[in-house]
């Protein structure tokens, strides 16, 4: 599936990212909050990776979650990954540079 502009994805649901056919295609996680439960979070940082601030990244440990930061393509692949592992993952995604405009 494809995707226009930033997107998060949970296991059970999505929240932005128009598909290829235009429309807004977010929709709620079916299983209510438990659904948004997750211990990895992936962040797709476009084309170029930046360093996750030291406070966000305590934050969330604190919170139970590891936060990985990494270009999109590799953020989708890991995303896969890791689902095909049963893990509990999201992925927030940017478009490319290129594309984000």
């Not at 209510?32 to 934050?59: F, M």
């Not at 969330?60 to 590891?66: H, N, R, T």
């Amino acid at each position: 599936m494809v995707h226009r502009g930033a997107v998060i994805i949970f296991l059970t649901g999505r929240l932005g990212g128009g598909g290829v056919g235009g429309g807004d295609h977010r929709r709620e996680p079916r299983a209510g909050r438990r659904a948004w439960r997750v211990d990895v979070l992936l962040l797709g940082l476009g084309a170029r990776v930046r360093p996750i601030p030291p406070e966000v990244r305590s934050a969330l440990k604190q919170a139970g979650i590891v936060i990985e930061a990494m270009d999109t393509g590799a953020a989708c692949r890991t995303y896969s990954v890791l689902l095909a592992e049963d893990r509990r993952v999201a992925a927030a995604l940017l478009p490319p540079e290129r594309d984000a405009g």
